[in-house]
């Protein structure tokens, strides 16, 4: 097998204000464009799969098959292994992995997911082109990334539009692409894969509730987590600066009309057979 070479920075980390958001995350709520593909028999791959809970997901709904966890970060897999025994989930199991070398054969998976991850890796492409590779022929390549300039939220308040520009300058110096949503599709067309469907989907946040969650995480994140120490170390930000971005964020949450809105894109790659 090829050696990993994964050589992108994850901006985000995993401080709890982050692992706080990728466990909300469900198959419902964050790969519904999938769901419909799915059979109870299928072998699926969850590469970058955090704390498990989508993967989970997965796993429960194909009870006859089975499903394989992989992340770079081997600290966050206890989580994932804890979520799976909670559910009593039997048919899933977790290994660390670097999606640009997977150590699986040729065809090992009917199924080959990916949330988040792209915009996170230093060659999107070729880490396609190896979902790919591991994927069986008329199998399905799978793939779901926000889009940081697409997002878009009301009223206007002075400091988001500040941390938006921090937060893509900071993501590209470390080897990501903060606008993967968008590219998806054509990064798939470069990987080979020739039968692609591209669709978009939202997270919004609005109700009080959401707004509180939403701008807690985020305000958090800025001042406390991985992001924050890159943007001070890279020479893009002051710790004064994060902690006046940290406080737009609580200013937005406190707004009652108070929106935003999150895009992704999405591609469902049937590989030729």
């Not at 706080?20 to 769901?35: F, G, K, M, P």
């Not at 060659?123 to 790919?132: F, I």
Request: hydrophobic share 40%; glycine share 10%.
């Amino acid at each position: 097998m090829p050696k990993a070479r994964e050589t992108a920075v994850y901006t985000h980390g995993h401080h709890e204000s982050v692992l706080r958001s990728h466990t909300w995350r469900t198959a419902e709520n964050s790969a519904a464009y999938l769901l419909g593909s799915l059979r109870p028999r299928l072998r699926v791959l969850d590469v970058g799969c955090g704390p498990g809970t989508i993967t989970a997901d997965l796993a429960a709904l194909v009870p006859e098959g089975r499903v394989t966890g992989v992340d770079r970060a081997e600290g966050v897999l206890d989580r994932a292994r804890a979520t799976a025994r909670e559910r009593g989930l039997t048919n899933v199991e977790f290994a660390v992995a670097d999606v640009h070398a997977l150590e699986y054969g040729d065809g090992t998976f009917d199924v080959v997911h990916a949330h988040q991850v792209l915009q996170h890796v230093g060659d999107p492409v070729g880490a396609l082109r190896e979902m790919a590779r591991v994927t069986r022929p008329g199998g399905i390549v799978a793939a779901r990334d926000s889009d940081y300039a697409a997002m878009t939220w009301f009223p206007q308040v002075p400091g988001l539009d500040a941390w938006l520009d921090l937060y893509r300058r900071v993501a590209r110096a470390g080897g990501g692409e903060p606008d993967a949503g968008r590219r998806l599709k054509a990064w798939a067309r470069q990987a080979g894969l020739t039968e692609v469907t591209a669709t978009s989907s939202t997270w919004t946040y609005t109700t009080p509730e959401e707004r509180r969650w939403w701008s807690d995480l985020w305000a958090e994140r800025t001042v406390a987590s991985s992001y924050a120490r890159l943007a001070v170390d890279g020479g893009h930000a002051t710790e004064e600066q994060l902690a006046e971005i940290a406080e737009a964020w609580r200013e937005w949450g406190r707004q009652e009309d108070g929106f935003f809105a999150v895009l992704h894109g999405e591609i469902l790659c049937r590989k030729n057979m």
